[in-house]
């Protein structure tokens, strides 16, 4: 399998995963343009794609997703009620490119395995994805405000983890947004923090743990530097061997990782 993050943040996220056989987009949360654009940078195209997954109906994660998907006929695949809050959003979709991908389920593409999770987030059935594909494993969970032991035991010991850390706690608390946003991110039901990704992350990293990718990260309450720094110190502090074993990497909100083969 190949991996490259397209884009993430607040503003807009897309991921992108291949193996021989098919090509993917997980959410199209920017323009189908800016989308067009990304792909390029990575050397491919959307007229190649197989299909898109989305996660949830929020905007950063949609707002390209339909205009991408009629103009090059790709299958988007959503849960039921995902796809009741984004019918406004994406428009209309032929029924050819419609399928439910149930929460909770695993659907096979040639020789790569998509299986499907619930997440905690504040919209109507958030899910996220782990790829496999014989021994390897791709982990995508972003946009959760906490990490279960059910979603652990889903992404235990991957290969490589696109991870949400949203926000350093004290910059949001000591920032600009208003007390009722600041406790909806800080709920169980919004984004994880540096701090809580990194345990997470301690408890599920593996011997087949080459890349974590910190994702999602805020414009206003984060910033890249600190969020590697919290995620490296509390990993090493939990006797984890990152910059050894595995490697962090920066996600951006305009700007692809290159296109590594996991």
């Not at 098919?22 to 050397?43: A, C, M, N, P, Q």
């Not at 007390?179 to 992350?201: E, M, P």
């Not at 951006?252 to 996991?262: F, G, K, R, S, Y």
Request: hydrophobic letters at 35%; proline letters at 3%; charged letters at 25%.
């Amino acid at each position: 399998m190949k991996l490259s993050v397209l884009a993430s943040g607040s503003s807009g996220n897309a991921i992108y995963i291949e193996n021989k056989e098919s090509r993917f987009l997980v959410d199209v949360g920017l323009t189908g343009k800016k989308t067009e654009e990304l792909l390029k940078t990575i050397g491919r195209s959307p007229k190649d794609l197989t299909g898109i997954f989305i996660s949830h109906e929020h905007r950063d994660h949609v707002s390209g997703a339909g205009i991408l998907a009629r103009k090059y006929q790709i299958p988007i695949y959503a849960n039921a009620k995902t796809w009741e809050g984004m019918n406004a959003i994406v428009g209309v979709i032929p029924t050819e490119l419609k399928f439910e991908f149930p929460t909770g389920t695993i659907k096979t593409f040639g020789g790569l395995e998509v299986e499907s999770f619930g997440v905690s987030h504040d919209s109507r059935e958030a899910m996220f994805f782990a790829f496999h594909q014989e021994n390897k494993k791709i982990s995508l969970l972003t946009d959760t405000g906490y990490v279960s032991d059910r979603m652990k035991g889903i992404i235990q010991n991957s290969d490589a983890f696109v991870f949400e850390c949203n926000h350093d706690i004290n910059m949001l608390r000591m920032g600009g947004y208003p007390w009722k946003l600041q406790q909806r991110i800080l709920s169980d039901r919004g984004h994880v923090s540096n701090s809580d990704a990194a345990y997470a992350l301690s408890e599920v990293v593996g011997e087949h743990t080459k890349r974590i990718y910190m994702a999602h990260l805020s414009r206003e309450n984060n910033y890249k530097e600190l969020a590697r720094m919290t995620v490296e110190q509390i990993l090493q502090q939990q006797d984890c061997s990152v910059g050894h074993q595995f490697f962090l990497y920066d996600t951006d909100p305009d700007t692809p990782t290159e296109l590594v083969q996991i």
